[in-house]
């Protein structure tokens, strides 16, 4: 409540905990109005109360910045211009085969070009998430205290092996800390990066 009240929110989100032994938090919500930050009970038992505090800052940030809502819209962006450009490419690749052939080709090419601009779509989103989360850092620093928010990805290094995404991949792009992969399919950025760029901020 009171960070909420730091961040200038008029309405308190609403305050959950998830059973799962991964250490982890989400914000979500259509509007700062309505909105949720969640912790899982992993979290609660591993974490100190100024790591907490961090978290809860980071998430709150989330939800003042929109980030969200923005992020749906972008999806929605990005899929509308996967099937607008995918059928646009197919047409053309079609015109290039004999015409007894073109239907074929193109239900082909449709699918095959919906699957590549999916890819590439798919890092713009990545990307776009990966920003967004050094932004919520920046405003959990602001909200909670920067030595708060340093300590709680600190912690979060300790168990990033316990991130949970594969079931719960409907929220991974919404939590604090996420898998690490391949940078550019990464919904988060590096959590030594995410501390770095804090330190020296």
């Known amino acids: ?3 909420a009240q730091e961040a200038g929110m008029a309405h308190m989100p609403e305050v959950g905990i998830y059973h799962s032994n991964e250490v982890n938090a989400f914000a979500t919500g259509p509007s700062k109005k309505r909105s949720l930050v969640a912790v899982s ?23 003042v910045n929109g980030d969200m809502v923005t992020m749906t819209l972008l999806q929605g962006v990005v899929n509308t211009f996967v099937v607008f ?3 646009i490419a197919a047409w053309a690749a079609s015109r290039f085969v004999k015409e007894e052939l073109a239907p074929i080709v193109h239900i082909i090419a449709i699918i095959v ?3 590549v601009f999916s890819i590439l779509g798919s890092l713009v989103v990545f990307a776009f998430s990966r ?3 050094f932004h919520a850092d920046r405003g959990g620093a ?3 205290g920067k030595d708060k ?3 709680a990805l600190e912690l979060l290094q300790r168990y990033k092996d316990r991130v949970t995404e594969e079931k719960q991949t409907s929220v991974a792009t919404l939590k604090i800390s996420g898998k690490r ?16 760029r804090l330190q020296e901020s």
Request: hydrophobic fraction near 45%; charge should be negative.
């Open 149 to 151: 928010m340093i300590h």
């Open 113 to 115: 070009f919906q699957i």
């Open 142 to 144: 602001i909200l909670a």
């Open 85 to 87: 450009l995918s059928r």
């Open 41 to 63: 009970s992993g979290l609660l038992e591993e974490m100190d109360r100024d790591a907490v505090e961090g978290i809860i800052g980071h998430e709150i940030a989330h939800i």
């Open 131 to 133: 920003h967004r989360e």
């Open 1 to 3: 409540h009171r960070l």
């Open 181 to 196: 992969g391949i940078a550019l399919f990464s919904t988060h950025p590096d959590l030594g990066d995410r501390i770095r």
